[in-house]
């Protein structure tokens, strides 16, 4: 039985810390080559440890962790955006050509963190405006089974926004566990998308990290990921 959407939310924003021993994560990149990624040439290259856009492709394409595709995980990292447009992908679609279809946290300017989106749906499709940009900071987006997506503030967007800072290292935490994915920034909730929907929601797939192309300023380091069920 789903649970309403209310009550999702108020599961959500009560729930305290788990028991138990302290999760096991794994390093996903090593910080000296791509073992384990696949990515587009020419687009990404490894500078001091950390994984940079080069900023040279001209249109978007993703590094994609081909080594596990877990269901629900925590996948934690260190980014530091300058300039243009990127984000990190979850349990996503392989479409080839370095090209990834799926759930998408934004990696950009302020105003826009806390989203989830679902990228590379066709300007045409059904269920564009449910799920192109499902959530802003501050959010919780319940989609149900049909499609139809609502959302509800458990915060101040601005206020939510302010824990990211522009140009210096975050650290981004995602939380995927079973139709709930939450993203958080510097130990701060940003947003909650809870995806009901029989036709589009995905329980397992692909990581990927996004260069949106033309002149894109991103870095990842410190990739960590603790994987609950694959």
Same mark, same amino acid.
């Given at each position: ?17 788990? &028991? /138990? ?6 390093? %996903? ?5 791509? &073992?384990?990624? !696949? ?32 269901? !629900? ?11 243009? $447009? &990127?984000?990190?992908?979850? *349990? &996503?679609?392989?479409? /080839? ?21 679902? =990228?590379?749906?066709?300007? !045409?499709?059904?269920?564009? @405006? ?18 139809? *997506? =609502? ?14 800072? @522009? /140009? ?5 935490? %995602? ?9 958080? %920034? $510097? ?11 029989? @036709?589009? =929601?995905?329980?397992?797939?692909? %990581? ?12 990842? *380091? ?6 609950? =069920?694959?």
């Amino acid at each position: 039985m789903r649970l309403k959407p209310h009550l999702v939310v108020a599961a959500l924003l009560s729930a305290g810390p788990i &028991s /138990g021993e302290e999760p096991t994560f794994e390093t %996903i990149f090593n910080g000296s080559d791509f &073992s384990g990624w !696949d990515f587009q040439p020419g687009s990404w290259e490894i500078r001091d440890g950390e994984i940079h856009c080069t900023g040279q492709s001209e249109s978007k394409n993703w590094l994609i962790y081909r080594a596990k595709e877990p269901a !629900d995980f925590v996948l934690e990292l260190e980014f530091k955006w300058e300039a243009g $447009n &990127s984000g990190v992908q979850v *349990r &996503s679609e392989d479409l /080839g050509d370095w090209q990834v279809y799926g759930y998408q946290v934004e990696v950009a300017r302020q105003d826009v963190m806390g989203l989830w989106h679902h =990228s590379l749906m066709p300007k !045409d499709h059904p269920k564009k @405006e449910a799920r192109h940009l499902m959530t802003t900071a501050g959010e919780v987006a319940t989609i149900d089974s049909a499609g139809k *997506r =609502s959302n509800v503030a458990f915060a101040d967007a601005e206020e939510t926004q302010a824990a990211y800072r @522009e /140009g210096e290292w975050n650290l981004l935490r %995602i939380e995927v566990k079973g139709e709930a994915l939450t993203q958080s %920034i $510097n130990g701060v909730k940003f947003a909650t998308l809870i995806d009901q929907d029989e @036709e589009m =929601s995905r329980r397992s797939g692909l %990581i990927a990290l996004q260069d949106h192309g033309k002149g894109c300023q991103v870095a990842f *380091r410190n990739i960590r990921l603790q994987i609950i =069920s694959e």
